[in-house]
T-cell receptor, first 114, second 113 residues
Framework: AQSVTQPDIHITVSEGASLELRCNYS??????LFWYVQSPGQGLQLLLK??????LVQGIKGFEAEFKRSQSSFNLRKPSVHWSDAAEYFC????????????FGKGTTLSVSS | SQTIHQWPATLVQPVGSPLSLECTVE??????LYWYRQAAGRGLQLLFY??????ISSEVPQNLSASRPQDRQFILSSKKLLLSDSGFYLC????????????FGQGTRLTVV
């Protein structure tokens, strides 16, 4: 079955500290992987995506993610968290083929303490 | 550039009333269109998707239906709302000729009272 697991429902990080949000996936085909961020009451904004090539991808707002095929993981990282990073983060997996939908994890809520 | 519009932003409806949420995409043709529902702690649940006019795939049988009367218009409807229909509804689109990232609208907060 195709699925995305985000093991951490809620994470609190001190401002300036590093961040890692975990994502594991189960997908039958070659996975295309995404991280989205959502502020309260808003739609989802794409942070970064992985299709192929270099397994370390850079995104917006200083985020990066590393694809590890052997571990079926696509963890999101940021070296130094800012208070404005507090939001909900979603990992998603999809296929290349048109007509398919992205499958999302249940999300991780990030709180930033001062 | 492409944009996606979703409205209304918020909606409060009584139980048993009808529903119509609209989503339109500009700046692209033949997009794949999606309706997701988001409930607290449950992530995004795919409700419907469409690869073309009049073509609707339902992922979850429920009290809702979707229609695509025009290439870039996607409508989510219900004849009689239930309390359980409350939630945050998101429309999204992807390129029609290849599966890239999805682009989301700003969402509709539906409260059924």
């Amino acid at each position: 079955a195709q699925s995305v697991t985000q093991p951490d429902i809620h994470i609190t990080v001190s401002e300036g500290a590093s961040l890692e949000l975990r994502c594991n996936y189960s997908y039958g085909a070659t996975p295309y992987l995404f991280w989205y961020v959502q502020s309260p009451g808003q739609g989802l904004q794409l942070l970064l995506k992985y299709f192929s090539g270099d397994t370390l991808v850079q995104g917006i707002k200083g985020f990066e993610a590393e694809f590890k095929r052997s571990q079926s993981s696509f963890n999101l990282r940021k070296p130094s968290v800012h208070w404005s990073d507090a939001a909900e983060y979603f990992c998603a997996v999809g296929a290349w083929q048109a007509g398919t939908a992205l499958i999302f994890g249940k999300g991780t809520t990030l709180s930033v303490s001062s | 550039s492409q944009t996606i519009h979703q409205w209304p932003a918020t909606l409060v409806q009584p139980v048993g009333s009808p529903l119509s949420l609209e989503c339109t995409v500009e700046g692209t043709s033949n997009p794949n269109l999606y309706w997701y529902r988001q409930a607290a702690g449950r992530g995004l649940q795919l409700l419907f998707y469409s690869v073309g006019i009049g073509q609707i795939s339902s992922e979850v049988p429920q009290n809702l239906s979707a229609s695509r009367p025009q290439d870039r218009q996607f409508i989510l409807s219900s004849k009689k709302l239930l309390l359980s229909d409350s939630g945050f509804y998101l429309c999204a689109w992807r390129m029609g000729d290849r599966g890239t990232e999805a682009f989301f609208g700003q969402g509709t907060r539906l409260t059924v009272v």
